[in-house]
């Protein structure tokens, strides 16, 4: 397997491999691109988003400034929107429902490290994918850990620290995010 495949299917990769440095430059000069568009620029945007994504639904905004790893690793549904300064590292896939809202600064952080120092020392990082349903709603500051799955229709308090499933349908916060109760 190329380094590549290792990444998105989660198992142990050297992201100091030429492929994926390419690809994380390619990321760079397209959001730093987008970041530097006008409001009144968003056919331009647009056009940006479908080259730098995997996938992106109608009616997406995302405001910038917007950072990502990788760019071709995120689909994101119809009605997406996402606020100012979201960050997401998308070693593996990403993938945001129909109308999610995303409050700013949010983390989606599909990107880890092992747990074994000798792993870590070798300069060998792993990723989960996160999976985010529709009509999902992301309160600001939140940070979405790797591997974790939001159901639809929950609401995720700002501040959140996600690192476990949240079931569909409910208010959940806190650090550790739990459930708060159902909606």
Avoid: K
């Avoid at 994101?76 to 700013?104: A, E, I, K, S, Y």
């Avoid at 790797?146 to 159901?151: D, L, P, V």
């Amino acid at each position: 397997m190329s380094q590549r495949e290792r990444m998105v299917a989660g198992e142990l990769y050297d992201a100091g491999d030429d492929e994926l440095m390419r690809s994380r430059a390619r990321a760079r000069a397209l959001t730093a691109r987008y970041n530097s568009t006008t409001q009144d620029a968003q056919g331009e945007r647009r056009e940006l988003l479908e080259e730098l994504l995997g996938s992106v639904g109608r009616d997406v905004w995302i405001e910038p400034p917007f950072f990502c790893d990788y760019g071709w690793n995120i689909e994101l549904g119809h009605g997406v929107f996402m606020n100012f300064n979201c960050v997401v590292l998308d070693v593996t896939p990403v993938r945001v429902g129909d109308r999610t809202l995303v409050g700013p600064a949010v983390q989606f952080c599909a990107a880890t490290h092992p747990l074994d120092a000798r792993e870590r020392d070798r300069m060998l990082e792993l990723g989960a994918p996160i999976t985010i349903g529709s009509s999902v709603w992301i309160g600001a500051a939140a940070v979405l850990g790797a591997g974790i799955t939001i159901g639809d229709d929950s609401v995720i308090g700002a501040g959140s620290i996600v690192v476990r499933d949240i079931p569909a349908g409910v208010l959940a916060a806190g650090n550790p995010c739990r459930v708060i109760r159902e909606l």
